[in-house]
């Protein structure tokens, strides 16, 4: 390696383990050990060795890789140290960007041991695009041998839940076993939705006389899902199940039809026809200013969750009673807000000036979490679709936003401190781009534009304050 200075190069280790296998070939203390000894006979200084245990390299997503990438401007390292190229990741794309546009954009070479080759020589950067393609053949061997299984699972009739069952079954040694109390749950819900009654109707009841948690939501997966006919699905794909079914196949289709049927579906609101899609310019901006509750959009009005007692899990105060507020004239006001604050330049900077102290910094323990609940999001929808309780219509379109938000988390986690001009830049080009196309675009479009530069609407009485997202 080329020497960037007279004094001894300052290195950073990395060093990761994902499932107990690797732990017997690939141990922490294993890579750890190799790298002091590495560093040792080469002279350099050993800064720190950054450890992630438990995490897969097919993503980027390791808070300590992420701590390693957020120090790389100030840490003052020369270079980076793995023990193995498939260390620091098995994705060849991840791989490439990880060094492209992230260590070499930092003046900092990467090195792996086990290769024995460097990026910063010619044939070091050449040997790192070829190893990580046989890198990510080997994780699509694994993924496509892991799929595999699956089908051949799905197919021998084997259901696919892990230890979580469907009501009625007990999942005992990866084998669904009817559960006789819930079977009869079950039974009871498609007599009741076969006699005539409503969904929501069929929920209260069951609350009534079983208690727990009844959904909407849960009876209609319950009618869909043809589990309770003795077969189990997997990848779209609906096999013969080993388990023994619930309820007649008749009852099944009879439920099936009266579900998709034309009357059934010309009483549905808009917002039942798409469930993930927010039907209000304001959804899930307008909070309580008196007790903190969010308020939702009910038969024409933005109300307190806490005074409409809606739903129970976001009531705060039980006592609040803000007022409510009719949908169009909230809309407008928060609207002539910000066409108002663009054309006076006064309040403008006492808006902007008002941010101004200090810098944001990122808070990645919070943007991990946010991250890890936007994919257990995500694979909580694949599984509805895979067990028939929702159509993969409605649902592609909320995994793509969640994808979205995603991609955008990803990124904040390696984001540095942003500046208050650059914070000051962004925001009132954000406020331009409202300006210029707010008007005739789609209301997701509009939803997305306010949203920008406004983070919450508090309202308190007939008095509404914006917080701007600056």
């Given at each position: 390696m080329s020497p960037k200075a007279s004094a001894p190069l300052t290195v950073c280790g990395y060093v990761r383990v994902s499932t107990e296998n690797q732990l017997e070939n690939y141990s922490i203390e294993e890579q750890s050990q190799r790298i002091r000894s590495y560093c040792q006979a080469k002279g350099?200084?050993?800064?720190?060795?950054y450890t992630d245990g438990g995490y897969s390299g097919g993503n980027t997503n390791r808070p300590?890789?992420?701590?390693?990438?957020a120090g790389l401007p100030t840490c003052g390292a020369d270079a980076v140290v793995v023990y193995k190229l498939d260390r620091l990741s098995r994705s060849q794309k991840d791989t490439l960007t990880l060094i492209e546009d992230y260590?070499?954009?930092?003046?900092?070479?990467?090195?792996?041991?086990?290769e024995n080759f460097d990026t910063s020589?010619?044939?070091?950067?050449?040997?790192?695009?070829?190893?990580?393609?046989?890198?990510?053949l080997e994780k699509d061997q694994i993924t496509e041998r892991f799929t595999m299984g699956r089908i051949g699972r799905g197919k021998a009739g084997y259901y696919h839940g892990g230890g979580t069952s469907p009501t009625g079954y007990d999942y005992v040694n990866g084998e669904l076993v009817v559960n006789e109390y819930q079977a009869a749950q079950v039974r009871e819900v498609f007599q009741r939705f076969l006699a005539g009654e409503s969904i929501n109707a069929i929920a209260r009841q069951m609350i009534k006389t079983y208690g727990g948690n009844w959904s909407s939501a849960k009876i209609c997966g319950m009618l869909r899902n043809s589990v309770?006919?003795?077969?189990?699905k997997f990848a779209g794909e609906e096999y013969d199940g080993r388990h023994q079914p619930i309820i007649p196949q008749d009852w099944f289709d009879d439920a099936g039809r009266l579900l998709t049927s034309p009357e059934r579906e010309d009483k549905k609101t808009p917002a039942q026809k798409t469930p993930f899609r927010a039907g209000f310019l304001l959804s899930s901006l307008v909070y309580c200013a008196r007790c903190g509750a969010r308020y939702s959009a009910v038969h024409g009005y933005y109300k307190c969750y806490s005074r409409s007692k809606a739903t129970r899990k976001f009531i705060v105060d039980p006592n609040c009673k803000n007022d409510n507020w009719p949908i169009e004239d909230l809309d407008n006001l928060v609207v002539s807000y910000i066409r108002r604050l663009s054309a006076n330049q006064s309040n403008l900077e006492a808006v902007l000036q008002s941010a101004s102290a200090g810098e944001v910094k990122v808070d990645t323990a919070a943007i991990t979490r946010k991250l890890k609940d936007v994919e257990q999001?995500?694979?909580?929808?694949?599984?509805?679709?895979?067990?028939?309780s929702v159509p993969m219509g409605l649902l592609s379109e909320r995994i793509h936003q969640l994808n979205l938000e995603k991609e955008v988390l990803s990124k904040e986690l390696v984001s540095i401190p942003v500046s208050f001009e650059e914070r000051r830049n962004s925001f009132l080009k954000k406020?331009?781009?409202?300006?210029?196309?707010?008007?005739g675009s789609p209301l997701d479009t509009q939803r997305l534009l306010v949203s920008s530069i406004v983070t919450k609407v508090w309202v308190d009485g007939s008095?509404?304050?914006l917080e701007w997202r600056i």
């Open positions: 350099w200084v050993l800064q720190k060795i300590a890789l992420q701590e390693l990438l260590f070499l954009a930092q003046g900092v070479d990467f090195i792996s041991i086990n020589t010619p044939f070091g950067r050449a040997m790192i695009g070829i190893l990580s393609v046989f890198a990510q309770y006919v003795g077969k189990v999001q995500i694979s909580r929808l694949i599984d509805l679709y895979q067990v028939g406020l331009w781009g409202f300006l210029e196309h707010f008007d008095t509404v304050e």
